[in-house]
C-alpha cells in the first residue's frame, strides 16, 4: 500500500492539459477536499519526451514539488499507455493491426502493438528515465505503469504479434505435432507441416479453429502481461520500497486473464489496483456491479487493495450518460472500501477542456466549487479520514465462485449451441444473486485452495483442467460443498470434447449424464415442477446417482431432470441444468449457502446492504450502505466513525446514507 496514513483519496491529476498558472490552485483545492494522492502523469509522454530521446522533466518536477509542498503524494505514471504522434509516425510497425488486416491509426490512445519490441524499449526507457529522476523524491508514493492494459488493442494480428505468436505456441505445444493435436487441426484440413505457415486467427471466410482462437487470447493475455513485468522490473531495481501497480479493469475486461496478472501484482513493493465504472443500462443494479468488481479485485489481491479509478458522476463513453444523484458518489466509494479498497481515487482531479472526455465527470467539475459534485467531494475527504483506523482489515468471504479466462474465452468461440449462454456474464448473475441475499463472496479460479469455503460455486465451467476437476473433486470428498452451472465440465484446456458421460469432467462427481442439449429460442421460458423458471437453456437429463431436487413442467425435456443434488461421502454437490430466473436462483442459492452454514451479514434489512471488515484482533466495521428512498432501521450497534454517533439499539441509516459501524471483537459475530 502506499505509505500514507489512513486511506488513499484523490485522482489522476493530468497538470499537462493546464497552464502553470492554474497548478497552485489545484494543490490548494485539493487540500480543501483532504486529498492526500494523486496519480500524474497518465497520459503525458509527448509532455515528458516532446522529442524522441529528450526528456523535459523541468514542468513534472515542479509539479512533485508543488504537491508535495502541499503535503500530497504522487502515484506516478510511467506513460506509456500512449505513445506521442512523433513516435507512431517514425515507427509505424508498432501500431496494432485489426483482425482484418487494417493498421489502426495514432491520434486516440493505446495505438500500440503489445508484442512490439520497438514500443517495448521505447517504454522501457521513458519508465527508466523516470525511475532515476523520481526515486528518492519525497513526494512519490506509488508507480503506476502504463494505463488499462488492453482496455483499446487486446489483440493485434501484425507480422511482429505473429512471430511472437510462433515463439509462444512453440513453448505451450512443443512441436508442430503437439501444435496439430492440440488444435485438433484434423478437421477441415487445417494440419501444418511449417511453423511459418501458423497464423494468429485472421479473418477467414467463416469460423476460425477454436484451439487457435483461444491460444491466441491466451498469448494476447501474456503479451501485455510482459510489458508490465518488464517496467515493474525496472522500477523495482532502480527504485526499491516503491510499490508498482497498474490499474486494472475487473469488472470490464475479459481480455485479460486476471489470475495471472494478479500473481504478478502482488507480494513485496506490489500493489494491485482496480478501475470501476458503472453501466448505467446493465441487467446488474449498479451495487451490484460494485461488489462484483471490488470482491474480484480482492480476490486477485488476496487482501487489500486500492481503487484506483472510479467516477464522481457521469462518465461520457455510453450511450447515455447518467449521473449520480446526491449521496451516490459517497456511497459508490465506500462500497469500494468495504470490500477492501484502501482508498478511493477518481479519474479525474480537474474536468479537462478539451479532449475526448470533456464531458466527463471529475472531483472538480467544471461547474467549479459551487457545484453539487464539489461538495460531496469535500464531504467525501472528511469520511475517508474519520475511517482512518480500517486500514489494514479485511473483508472475508466463506463463499467462492469459480471464474477461469480460460473457459470464458473457450465459450466464447463461434459455433456453440446457444449464442445466449455467455459465461462471464452468468457468473455475474450468480455473483449478483449472492450479494441479493447480503452474502459476500470471493471470486477464485478453479485450481486455488479452496478449503477455507463452506461453499463454491461453478456458475459456467464449460472448459477445465484435469487439475482443476482434482482439485474440484478433492474439496467435495473433504467435505466441501459445491454447486455447478449448465454447459459446464465439458471440455478440456485445449476445448476438445471429454469422454462420454457427458459433463465428462463433473458427471461422476454430480451423478448425472447429459445426453442432448436442448437450447430454448431467444425469448422462451420454461417452468420447473417446483415452480421456478428458467430460460436460455435446458438439457435431456439423467440422473443415476444423485436426488432430483426439480424436474422441467414443460418445454422441449418435460420431466428431464432440471436441478439435482448428490450427497457423496463428503460434501453435497448440486447441479442446475438450466438457466433460472433470477429470482428462483437467489432462492435457491440462498438456500444451499443457509443449509450449509453460510448466512447474511445481516439478514431481514432489504435495500441496506451490509459488509464487514475485521482487524486481526477481532475488531471489526460493519458498513451499512442504504440503496433505498426511505430511511431504514438496521438491528445493529456500535460507533458510527462517519458521524461519531454511538447506536445502542437499532441503528438509523438516511435514505441513500451510509453508516460505518465500529464494533469491539465481542460485539461482532466471529
Ligand atoms: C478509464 C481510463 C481513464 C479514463 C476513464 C474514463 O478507463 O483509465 O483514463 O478514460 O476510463 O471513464
Redo the contacts with the bound molecule.
Sequence with gaps: MPKIQGLSYGG?YNPEQWPEEVWPRDVELMREAGVNLVTVG??AWAWLEPEPGGYAFDRLDRIMDGLHDGGIRVCLATATASPPPWFSYAHPETLPVDADGRRLSYGSRQAICASSPVYRQAALALTEQLAQRYRDHPALAVWHVH??YA?HNAHCYCDVSAAAFRDWLQRRHGDLAGLNAAWGTAFWSQTYTDWAQVQPPRATPTSSNPGQVLDFKRFSSDEHLACFVAERDALHRLSPGVPVTT?L?TASCVNLDHWAWGREMTGPDRLLSN?H?LLGEHPLEPPAQIAFAADLSRSLAGGPWLLM?H?TSA?N?QPRNLAKPPGQLRRDALAHVARGSEGALY??WRASRAGS?KW?SAMLPHAGTDSKIWREVVQLGTDLRALAEIEGSRTGAEVAVLLDYGSVWAQEAANQPSADMVAFDEIRRWHSALWRAGITADLAPPDADLGRYRLVLAPALYAVTDDAVANLTGYVAAGGSLVIGPYSGLVDECDQVRPAPLPGAFAELLGIRVEEFFPLRAAETVRLDDGSTAAVWTELLAAPDAEVLARYADGPVPGAPAITRRGTAGGPAWYLGTRLADAPLGRLLAEVAAGVGVHPELPGTPGVEAIRRRHADGRSYLFLLNHGDRPAEVDATGLDLLTGERWTGPTRVAAHGAVVLAQPAAEGPA
Aim: overall charge negative; proline content about 0%; charged content about 30%.
Design positions: 489522476d497518465v497520459f494505463n488499462e482496455c490499474n479493469m478501475d465504472y479509478e467516477s462518465v463513453w479519474f479525474q472526455e466527463h
